[in-house]
């Protein structure tokens, strides 16, 4: 902990306590909120007037009569620091991240993805570097469960954590299911907020209380590492919010998460309401303060950075932003944001940037949730600068418009890697250099694919090689398999489509017409398939430059339910690519099973 961030937490505390905002503090020292938040961060010493000012203002006892009077110590210096300020001030402290892609991510619609699909997500979160992997929600169905323990057996490095309600059902469901793993977490929730335990829970608060008490002193019972989350925090009554923090410490509770579940927060308020729980709870150093926030006004980063200013050691977070709704706060930003900012921030992650890019194609490779191409961090134009001006004083010094480089993120993948004459080892070498483990069998898939793209385009690059590896890996299993293709069109004709899949032991060819070339496969595919759906995205786009690239088309269909499956296919011709991934959704559709629970009854945090 540095100096820094003990001062500006006991001021914090104390004008919450108030409820002053920082802009009317500023305005009642007459000093600007710029010049607040440059003291606040311990860029500059308050002058003795100032400070007297200050005084004055947080101890007004006609403003506050039932507030005691605070002494300047407690304001911007605790007994934490005092015997550690010196060496450890600059030190920075490293924040643990805590990563939910699997869990929260996988609540968005359409992106959930099979267990053999997560297990890739999760070896790769793991060489990412992150601290915990959220490996889903056990009770939930047979699926995630399975999810979880294969997760857990297989996944070597994080800490792997099942979500469980406060209940005893749920709490041994994910117990069992972490068991595995070498390193493992029971994260359990309970609604603090009056809303969720009036009209959800139908429970008052001492019955909260002594439920997350109960559910704590379980799951510890059970593993060492325990995270309880208090649903709706930033809309409890602070007073009970903090009596429940206190309990669960006391019960056994190794992390105390304060999730914004409903995206309500804002920068500002949610730091002090860290602040606040840091000062208020007596017990608070025996655990680690996190926090979950949901983006709905846009603000899950911002939100989870003020936290993290104030004293919070872990941030939960997804991968792309992925989760319900408008998502949860993106890993990708929260590192890079500390990481370019250290100098504002003096934390660090264990996080390996190098491996975000990639991990983020896995990702919505794996959920079929494209990112915006002006995404920060891991969108297509994230690195690119188009304006002359810009190209300009790049080529001069790239300082001048870049403040990360695309290289400490992962996304210089257009180097040249392989090409028509690379033979297997050539192959396996590069695989195994990007962090590939092929079975065999795959590896003479992706072999043969290479040569096949090579003959039509010559040179592969890094990012053609996922695409490729990523289309012969498929995870789905395959009820519909397309074995042969046929498409006629012109300027002045009706396009036609011949299309043969093989369905088991059998093999249906049909033929049909469309409005257009993909048009006549998709109704040909969709006439054989005979699974009711409909077609809510057909997304096109170039892996690399050139018309000789490789394309990739993501594809997303509905069922009547309501269900959302994706699917994705690569290819240097459209419309294979666009028939492989409606083939591989409807294969994903096909393999759906209903969950044990109902969509209802799945609500988290
Ligand atoms: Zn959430």
């Known amino acids: 902990m540095s100096s820094v961030l003990v001062r500006r937490q006991g001021l914090l505390a104390a004008l919450a306590r108030r409820n002053l905002s920082q802009a009317k503090f500023a305005r009642q020292l007459n000093c600007s909120p710029g010049y607040l938040s440059d003291l606040l961060q311990g860029r500059y010493q308050p002058s003795a007037e100032l400070r007297d000012r200050m005084l004055a203002a ?12 605070v002494p300047w110590d407690d304001l ?8 550690s300020a010196g060496k450890e001030a600059s030190m920075p402290a490293t924040i643990r991240i805590f990563d939910t ?7 968005c619609p359409g992106a959930s993805m099979n267990t053999e699909e997560k297990l890739e997500v999760a070896r790769q979160l793991a060489r990412l570097g992150v601290d915990v992997i959220e490996a889903g929600f056990p009770i939930s169905s047979e699926r995630d469960f399975l999810a979880v323990r294969d997760i857990a057996t297989e996944v070597q490095g994080p800490i792997i954590a099942g979500l469980c309600r406060a209940n005893e059902m749920d709490i041994r469901r994910a117990a069992d299911a972490v068991a595995p793993a070498k390193r493992k977490r029971i994260h359990t929730f309970l609604a603090t907020s009056d809303i969720h335990m009036e009209y959800k829970l139908r429970k008052t608060r001492e019955e909260v209380l002594a439920m997350a008490v109960k559910a704590v002193t379980l799951a510890r019972s059970l593993c060492d590492d325990v995270e309880f989350s208090a649903e709706d925090a930033t809309r409890s009554d602070i007073d009970f919010l903090c009596r429940v923090v206190e309990a669960v410490i006391d019960a056994g509770a190794t992390t105390v998460n304060i999730p914004d579940t409903v995206g ?23 655990a680690v303060i996190s926090v979950h926030c949901h983006n709905d006004l846009g603000l899950a980063v911002a939100n989870s950075l003020a936290a993290v200013r104030n004293g919070a050691g872990q941030v939960e977070c997804t991968i792309n932003g992925l989760g319900e709704r408008a998502g949860n706060a993106a890993l990708e930003e929260i590192v890079m944001a500390l990481r370019t900012r250290g100098d504002s921030f003096n934390m660090t992650t264990n996080v390996n940037t190098k491996e975000i890019v990639r991990s983020s194609r896995l ?5 079929g949730i494209q990112v915006q191409p002006n995404k920060a961090i891991v969108g297509a134009n994230a690195f690119a600068h188009e304006s002359g001006i810009h190209q300009h004083g790049m080529l001069a010094n790239k300082r001048t418009y870049e403040i990360m480089s695309p290289e400490d993120v992962g996304a210089g993948g257009t180097k040249l890697v392989l090409g028509i004459h690379s033979g297997k080892h050539a192959v396996l070498r590069k695989l195994f250099e990007m962090g590939y483990e092929l079975s065999d069998e795959q590896l003479e898939k992706v072999v043969a694919r290479i040569k096949v793209v090579a003959e039509k385009k010559k040179e592969i690059t890094e990012r053609d090689l996922e695409s ?7 995870l789905v299993t395959e ?21 043969r899949l093989i369905c088991g032991e059998e093999e249906i060819t049909e033929a049909g017409i469309g409005v257009g070339s993909v048009d006549s496969v998709y109704k040909t595919i969709a006439a054989v398939a005979k699974l009711p759906h409909s077609l809510v995205d057909y997304v096109v786009h170039s892996v690399t430059g050139g018309t000789d690239a490789l394309g990739e088309v993501s594809v997303r ?13 690569a290819s240097t011709d459209i419309i294979d690519a666009s028939a492989k991934a409606y083939v591989q959704a409807l294969n994903r559709l096909a393999a759906h099973l209903p969950s044990t629970l109902g969509a209802e009854q799945i609500e988290s945090v």
């Not at 398999?481 to 299309?499: F, N, Q, R, S």
């Open 363 to 367: 990702v919505s490779d794996m959920s």
């Open 557 to 569: 269909i509905q069922d009547s339910d309501g269900h959302i499956f994706s699917g994705r296919g």
């Open 58 to 69: 947080i101890n007004d006892a006609e403003s506050f009569p039932n507030l005691p009077p």
């Open 468 to 474: 490729i590896v990523m289309d012969e890996t498929n």
């Open 76 to 83: 911007f210096i605790t007994t934490d620091t005092a015997t």
């Open 264 to 286: 309500y927060a804002i920068p500002d308020e949610f730091g002090a309401l860290i602040a606040t729980i840091r000062s208020r709870v007596p017990n608070i150093d025996k």
């Open 101 to 107: 892609t699997l869990r929260d991510g996988e609540q």
């Open 479 to 499: 009820r519909f398999h397309l074995d042969y293709m046929h498409v006629v069109a012109g300027t002045k004709m009706l396009p036609t489509a011949t299309v």
